[in-house]
């Protein structure tokens, strides 16, 4: 039995996958030579052609993809509550893709999203490169798939609609809080791996420094205990530091430990923030102040924001920016 798949005659015939569903469902659609190298090819591999070849013409399977860089964060979690929700209602199922850290392997899990004959995706990576980007265009305009950023922007670019919050903003507003108590030397701990909203923190942290003529510090670790744990400890030999801004409520509660490890009063030593106000917020000893993102209304705005592209509704914002908050705790001096 030939195991040749669609992408197998689709490379061959250097066509797209819509084009060899098309020269098989609607051959009057197919320009004649390539409808001939398609049919050809077909037969020199032994191609049988199975329910998603046959449907990927019309495509409506009522299923959206949702790309999620790790299920481990607790703000995913949360994410998927509201797209779930929001799904629920308009009677759509989800295909749950979870990446990891290869590129290779991400160009992978969409052509198995473009082979699912899903009717949208909604993207939470935060990780998007150029090469990323142009990929999402082309399932965008090649494989007709409606796609919505969800929690993540790409500079520049208002192509594919996006729902996320200012983050910028919300990074400047968390520094400028621990500037107005009189904090000098704020760091930013942010992470070495590149990550779309994070540049976004750390501009709205640089312009609050800037604003206040301080000099600006980022320390840039991981978010795993075993690395940052060793990576605080070091900062704490030699670097003066009276208020930290964490780009996650895990690092920042994190900083914590091995701050009291040392000694460090906090807040009276020094003032810690994080982002997201997630459990490890709430749960820390003292508790955390932090930037509130509205996690579940991210997931179901992009979720809805979803299915009027599917429907061809008209999208009036293409970037929509939701309200964020921020939640003064014990971690802070002024509460």
């Known amino acids: 039995m030939s195991k040749a798949t669609i992408y197998d005659v689709a490379g061959a015939a250097r066509v797209s996958l819509a084009t060899v569903s098309r020269a098989i469902n609607n051959p009057e659609k197919v320009k004649p030579e390539t409808r001939e190298r398609v049919l050809?090819?077909?037969?020199?591999?032994?191609?049988?052609?199975?329910?998603?070849?046959?449907?990927?013409?019309?495509?409506?399977s009522t299923t959206v993809a949702?790309?999620?860089?790790?299920?481990?964060r607790a703000s995913i979690a949360e994410m998927m509550n509201g797209i779930a929700d929001i799904a629920r209602v308009y009677k759509y199922s989800i295909?749950?893709?979870?990446?990891?850290?290869?590129?290779s392997?991400?160009?992978?899990?969409?052509?198995?999203?473009?082979a699912a004959q899903v009717d949208g995706m909604l993207y939470l990576n935060d990780e998007i490169t150029p090469k990323q980007y142009d990929f999402l265009m082309t399932?965008?305009?090649?494989?007709?798939?409606?796609?919505?950023?969800?929690?993540?922007?790409?500079?520049?670019?208002?192509?594919?609609p996006s729902v996320s919050i200012d983050y910028e903003k919300a990074g400047y507003e968390i520094t400028k809080k621990l500037i107005d108590e009189g904090r000098k030397n704020v760091f930013m701990v942010s992470t070495v791996r590149k990550y779309m909203v994070n540049d976004q923190k750390e501009q709205g942290y640089l312009r609050a420094m800037q604003e206040a003529s301080l000099d600006p510090r980022i320390m840039r670790t991981s978010g795993r205990i075993s690395i940052n744990t060793e990576h605080f400890n070091e900062y704490f030999?030699?670097?003066?530091?009276?208020?930290?801004v964490a780009v996650r409520d895990s690092i920042a509660v994190s900083f914590m430990n091995v701050a009291r490890a040392n000694q460090v009063r906090i807040?009276?030593?020094?003032?810690?923030?994080?982002f997201q106000n997630t459990k490890y917020a709430q749960l820390a000893r003292p508790s955390l102040t932090c930037v509130d993102v509205p996690i579940y209304d991210i997931g179901a705005v992009s979720m809805r924001v979803l299915t009027k592209v599917m429907n061809q509704e008209e999208v009036e914002e293409r970037t929509v920016m939701l309200d964020h908050d921020i939640i003064a705790r014990n971690t802070t001096l002024n509460k």
Do not use: C, Q
Not at 44 to 59: H, W
């Open 267 to 274: 807040p009276e030593d020094i003032s810690v923030v994080g």
């Open 95 to 103: 295909l749950l893709y979870i990446l990891d850290n290869e590129e």
């Open 40 to 60: 050809r090819v077909i037969e020199e591999l032994g191609y049988k052609p199975n329910a998603f070849a046959k449907g990927l013409a019309s495509r409506k």
């Open 66 to 72: 949702v790309l999620v860089p790790d299920m481990s």
């Open 139 to 160: 399932m965008r305009d090649e494989y007709k798939i409606p796609i919505v950023l969800t929690n993540t922007l790409y500079p520049e670019s208002e192509e594919i």
């Open 105 to 114: 392997s991400e160009e992978d899990i969409l052509k198995e999203v473009v």
């Open 237 to 244: 030999k030699n670097h003066k530091v009276d208020g930290v």
